[in-house]
């Protein structure tokens, strides 16, 4: 691991992009350790379906979900600390439900879900879909579309601007770092929040709109390789696909 960019990124992340060329900073985010990860299962009467839920905080959360999933069989990922990866521990423990319960499906659920509707009605409708991936009714929080756009510097600019103006965090970030690295870094494409981006047709080429659904989704074991996200962001990583191979459906 790069220790120099790892001590940056601790106490003035922006350092790592000064420092750090585009090569060096891929290595040093695929090369840092990953949190040890614990699973701990609370047992349902239902298998076919299981939820994968990272948390850190098991004890404040697992009750409330277990009110709010009911039957289904529960597998908590617990990790935390600096070397957390939001990638590594779903992956972790999809591979553990797919071993230990064999299910045909699995839910990816963040643990601050707040409400939901019975989860009998979820394992009905799953069982005749023919569908691959299911997302959630989209909102602006769990389930979103997002557009991955060849940017034109000016829009940068407005980006910045509007994200200042507004109050919208991402959008000014993004502007600001990619205005300030973009070059150095080799950086051509963005992807972005579609409510986030104002004006969308003056951004640029859109290469492709996906639905963000890092924090719901279901998938089908179908389609479940060695890791379905990847972990090389540091802390975590939404998985995103273009919206033809799953439906945004009510569940």
Not at 13 to 22: A, F, H, K, Q, T
Not at 158 to 181: C, D, H, Q, W
Not at 209 to 228: A, P, T, Y
Request: aromatic content about 10%.
């Amino acid at each position: 691991m790069d220790k120099e960019l790892e001590y940056y990124f601790q106490n003035k992340p922006e350092r790592v992009y000064e420092i750090g060329d585009r090569e060096r900073i891929l290595k040093w985010m695929a090369s840092r350790p990953r949190a040890k990860t614990e699973i701990k299962v609370i047992g349902g009467k239902d298998s076919e379906v299981v939820v994968v839920i990272p948390t850190a905080n098991f004890e404040r959360v697992s009750r409330e979900l277990r009110k709010i999933y009911s039957d289904l069989t529960l597998v908590f990922v617990l990790s935390s600390g600096p070397y957390f990866n939001y990638a590594t521990s779903v992956n972790h423990g999809i591979q553990f439900a797919l071993k230990e319960f064999h299910p045909k499906w699995i839910v990816v659920s963040n643990d601050d879900v707040l409400e939901a509707e019975n989860p009998s009605k979820l394992v009905e409708e799953l069982s005749t879909t023919d569908r691959s991936l299911v997302f959630a009714k989209p909102s602006s929080y769990h389930t979103y579309k997002v557009s991955i756009i060849k940017f034109n510097r000016s829009y940068l600019k407005v980006m910045k601007n509007i994200g200042k103006i507004f109050r919208i965090p991402p959008a000014e970030v993004y502007g600001s770092l990619t205005l300030k690295y973009g070059e150095k870094l080799r950086i051509s494409k963005l992807t972005v929040i579609d409510s986030m981006l104002k004006a969308k047709k003056f951004a640029g080429e859109v290469v492709k709109e996906v639905v963000n659904g890092g924090s719901f989704m279901v998938i089908n074991r179908r389609i479940v390789s060695d890791k379905v996200f990847d972990e090389t962001s540091v802390s975590y990583t939404h998985l995103t696909l273009p919206t033809k191979l799953g439906s945004v459906r009510c569940v």
